[in-house]
């Protein structure tokens, strides 16, 4: 239970930092838009495990929002697709796709770093901040949460393809 709730944990995390890693005024020159992979060997959870692999791919989406299509295989072999489109302005957006979390929020810090939160039920279940490196390559970041009654915190290093 804690392993595939951690796993989806780090989906949504991810994908809603990397929605926030837009200017505020989306455009397709953005070097952000495209596909993302987790780099796993470069990752760190605290417990274990992490997901086999996770693709994102972002894409302009009306008004200035983007829309992330996240593909993720869990470390048990499970596979997971989840959506969601955010306007990157702090209020929760619903994802669909996942039982872990319904909704996430992401707030800009400043043109590179980012925070955001999830949540299921309306309960914040987890929160996180990434950076996007100065060259735009990858990001990373330190999330933390609690599934049960286990704490854990992850490092998730993340690269553009």
């Known amino acids: 239970m804690v392993r595939m709730t951690f796993i989806r944990a780090l989906t949504l995390t991810t994908a809603g930092l990397t929605l926030a890693s837009f200017a505020s005024s989306a455009s397709a020159d953005d070097p952000m838009f495209g596909t993302w992979a987790l780099n796993a060997a470069k990752s760190t959870c605290d417990p274990p495990p992490a997901p086999k692999s996770q693709t994102f791919t972002i894409a ?11 593909d ?5 072999g499970t596979k997971t697709h989840m959506e969601f489109t955010s306007a990157r302005d702090g209020k929760y957006v619903p994802v669909t796709g996942s039982g872990y979390a319904d909704s996430v929020s992401i707030k800009q810090v400043d043109p590179r770093t980012f ?8 309960k ?6 990434f950076k996007i490196s100065k060259d735009g390559k990858s990001m990373q970041g330190t999330l933390s949460g609690k599934d049960s009654d286990v704490a854990w915190k992850c490092h998730f290093v993340s690269e553009r393809q």
């Open 115 to 122: 925070n955001y939160a999830l949540k299921k039920a309306g």
């Open 124 to 129: 914040r279940i987890e929160s996180g901040t």
């Open 72 to 76: 993720l295989v869990d470390g048990d």
């Open 60 to 70: 302009e989406a009306p008004g200035g929002a983007v829309h992330e299509t996240i």
